[in-house]
């Protein structure tokens, strides 16, 4: 029998939460650093990050690029659904977070599969070969996820994932009264990713929203 969606609530989410397997200690230390290094609290909650992984286990990945690697939180958590000799190549504009990331790599359990790119997004990911990544995950300006889907529609393999955060626009998503060139930019990609006929996705209602999609 068909019926309606849940409308979620804040209840709901922390039920989400308190159901899926949490943050180990490692990253909790590295959120706390990074909140005393005056980064932004931004990363991707731990049942998102859940998420991720579970999904690239079941696809097989071996070859990860990211946009945005902030901390480096999204970045060892992808890696540790790699095999070994997995890597992730993330890109990431901002020198001081480039270097706390690469010292909590250094650190981590997958020190030997995360790369960490200073540089723009826009600069670095034309270095990329073409297929030469199973998945690539979005997380940085929200102006130009646009540029940056088009180069990873490049680099991800036929079959891959391609997946965004922040699809509901920092929760402003849906209101009239918010206008910002973010979640403007966030409501074009969103229309973007959904007509384009490269991709089967699905926006999930974790953390902020996250796309997920299949290159065809």
């Known amino acids: 029998m068909?019926?309606?969606?849940?409308?979620?609530?804040r209840a709901h989410f922390d039920y989400v939460r308190a159901h899926t397997r949490p943050q180990d200690p490692f990253l909790t230390e590295l959120k706390q650093a990074a909140t005393a290094a005056d980064m932004p609290a931004i990363a991707i909650s731990p049942e998102q990050a859940s998420c991720m992984q579970i999904v690239l286990k079941l696809m097989r990945a071996e070859q990860v690029v990211e946009v945005g690697t902030l901390g480096g939180y999204s970045a060892i958590s992808m890696a540790r659904a790699l095999p070994a000799g997995g890597r992730v190549r993330t890109v990431e504009v901002n020198p001081d977070h480039a270097s706390f990331a690469e010292q909590w790599v250094k650190k981590s359990d997958v020190a030997g599969?995360?790369?960490?790119?200073?540089g723009s997004g826009l600069d670095v990911l034309p270095r990329f070969e073409t297929n030469s990544a199973d998945a690539a995950f979005l997380d940085a300006d929200k102006i130009n996820y646009p540029r940056y889907l088009e180069e990873c529609l490049r680099i991800v393999r036929?079959?891959?994932?391609?997946?965004?955060?922040?699809?509901f626009?920092?929760?402003?998503?849906l209101d009239p009264t918010e206008s910002g060139p973010s979640v403007e930019a966030i409501r074009g990609f969103n229309d973007q990713v959904a007509a384009d006929p490269r991709l089967h996705g699905c926006m999930v209602p974790l953390g902020d929203g996250f796309w997920i999609a299949i290159k065809s």
């Open 158 to 167: 036929k079959g891959g994932l391609i997946m965004a955060d922040n699809a």
């Open 169 to 173: 626009a920092f929760g402003q998503l």
């Open 113 to 118: 599969r995360v790369e960490v790119h200073l």
């Open 2 to 9: 068909s019926q309606e969606s849940t409308v979620l609530t």
